[in-house]
């Protein structure tokens, strides 16, 4: 069992930068690939990052790349998404979920936990 819980969401002005935080508890968490997923209303949940188990692999969305930045600490069982220049198209709840797998994927399906959500909104 994995438990998720974000953090860090909030309002900012297009141009400005937010950290997430996921705080993981759970034995399984260090051998866990996590992601962030995002979804704004009106919308499906879409991937935005992952990174491995190991920490030495990340991926991103198009649409964040070279913006975005995921990392993982698992001595502090934390995961954090660096957003910067943010736009308004950023504007969603953002969720942190955790995978029982060693690779990356960027299907929701396949990943098994999630955390509640943290607004994120961006004004233009």
């Known amino acids: 069992q994995v438990q998720l819980v974000e953090s860090g969401g909030g309002l900012v002005q297009a141009g400005g930068s937010l950290r997430l935080s996921c705080a993981a508890s759970?034995?399984?968490?260090?051998?866990?690939?996590m992601g962030w997923f995002r979804q704004a209303p009106g919308k499906e949940r879409e991937f935005v990052a992952g990174?491995?188990?190991?920490?030495?692999?990340?991926y991103y969305a198009d649409s964040v790349k070279g913006r975005f930045t995921i990392t993982r600490d698992d001595a502090k069982n934390m995961v954090y998404l660096q957003m910067n220049i943010l736009k308004p198209e950023d504007t969603a709840v953002y969720y942190c979920?955790?995978?029982?797998?060693?690779?990356?994927?960027?299907?929701?399906?396949?990943?098994?936990?999630w955390g509640q959500g943290t607004q994120v909104t961006v004004s233009s």
């Open positions: 979920a955790a995978a029982h797998m060693f690779g990356i994927t960027t299907s929701q399906w396949t990943y098994d936990y």
């Open positions: 759970g034995r399984t968490f260090s051998s866990s690939t």
């Open positions: 990174i491995s188990w190991s920490g030495d692999s990340t």
